[in-house]
């Protein structure tokens, strides 16, 4: 329970990724404006060194860097399991209809086109924010979900070792039991002669 009200109280963290100081900045505020906790990184080296400090709740992505582009970073994010879940929502100037499908073909969830409208963003990363809540929550949830699973399945292995156990017990003392009676009628017909 008191996990719950840590997440109830969590604040999104978000890692904006563009080259731009200008883009950076005014994102930024934005963002910290509606209660975000808001990181910059200007090239992708500082991106995963920020990244393995702290993974973000959301990554804010411009396409068009130096050294490694936008595709390249959500690339190699992918690829790694400790960060392949994040969502990216790429930002670039780049607005064609291929480059937003290969936006998405190498992990994307999202793409907004600059300059961008201030309410459609916001509502991107809120919406982004939400699944990524509910994907974690869920995640969890289905933890709980295994580990009652498999007390359930150990406790009726349990059960079923007890119950073949007292099926033997019971088959022995049946046995006994016969045997007793038999000897009974035995010593019964020795006293009659």
């Known amino acids: ?3 719950n009200l840590q997440k109830s109280n969590h604040k999104n963290n978000i890692l904006i990724i563009d080259d731009e100081a ?21 090239n992708a080296d500082i991106a995963f060194r920020a990244i393995k ?10 396409i068009l860097m130096p050294e490694i582009n936008g595709y390249q970073v959500c690339q190699q994010l992918k690829l790694n399991p400790n960060t ?16 937003k499908a290969k936006g998405f073909e190498v992990g ?24 990524r809540k509910l994907q974690l ?14 007390r359930l399945q150990a406790e009726i292995y349990m059960k079923q070792q007890a119950e073949n156990e007292l099926k033997h017990y019971q088959a022995l003392l049946e046995t006994r039991n016969q045997e007793l009676q038999a000897i009974v009628a035995d010593l019964k017909n020795t006293n009659k002669q």
Not at 53 to 62: A, E, H, W
Not at 108 to 130: M, S
Not at 137 to 149: F, R
Request: aromatic fraction near 6%.
């Open 1 to 3: 329970m008191a996990e």
């Open 22 to 42: 200008n883009n950076l900045e005014v994102l930024s505020n934005i963002l910290e404006n509606k209660g975000y906790e808001v990181r910059q990184a200007i």
């Open 53 to 62: 400090i702290q993974i973000p709740d959301l990554i804010l992505l411009d």
């Open 84 to 99: 392949k879940d994040i969502p990216v929502i790429f930002l670039s100037a780049l607005g064609r209809d291929s480059d």
């Open 108 to 131: 994307a969830v999202d793409f907004i086109t600059k300059p961008f409208h201030l309410e459609e963003a916001l509502a991107r990363v809120k919406h982004q924010l939400t699944i």
């Open 137 to 150: 929550e869920l995640k969890q949830v289905n933890h709980e979900l295994s580990q009652k699973n498999y």
